[in-house]
Each structure stands twice: as structure tokens, then as C-alpha cells.
């Protein structure tokens, strides 16, 4: 999924994950996106500050079925 996408999708109330169910990707009140660990809730940017790029590769994120 690209960056676009990704946002979409959570902003339309679907659940995405990256690589895996135990990470999923979020948006805070702020409007900023983040994926979170959900069993030990730490979390990093969806993407880096320096050039906006997306962490991790696209192909490792997926919606939930």
C-alpha cells in the first residue's frame, strides 16, 4: 500500500497493519500517523520527519479482513 492509501484506509475506520497483526497503524488526535505495537503499545512515526518518506516498505502493509 503506499503512503496515500494507508492514510485512506485509516481514515475511512479501517483497521491497517504492517507485517503483522501485532502492529498496527493509527492516527492520534492530532492528525498524525503512527504505527503502534499493541501488545507493549510503544509506537514510531508512520513516516520520517527528515523527508516524509514511509518507514518500511510498502508491500509490508495490508488492511485487516
Known amino acids: 500500500m503506499s503512503l496515500n492509501e494507508i492514510k485512506s484506509?485509516?481514515?475511512?475506520?479501517l483497521?491497517?497493519?504492517w507485517h503483522n497483526n501485532r502492529y498496527r497503524v493509527i492516527k492520534d488526535r492530532y492528525g498524525d500517523y503512527f504505527t503502534i505495537d499493541v501488545?507493549?503499545?510503544s509506537c514510531i512515526g508512520l513516516c520520517r520527519k527528515d523527508t516524509g518518506e514511509l518507514i518500511g516498505n510498502e508491500v509490508e502493509f495490508y488492511i485487516e479482513e
Not at 484506509?9 to 475506520?13: F, H, K, P
Open 39 to 41: 501488545y507493549n503499545l
Open 15 to 17: 483497521t491497517v497493519h
Open 9 to 13: 484506509a485509516v481514515d475511512a475506520g
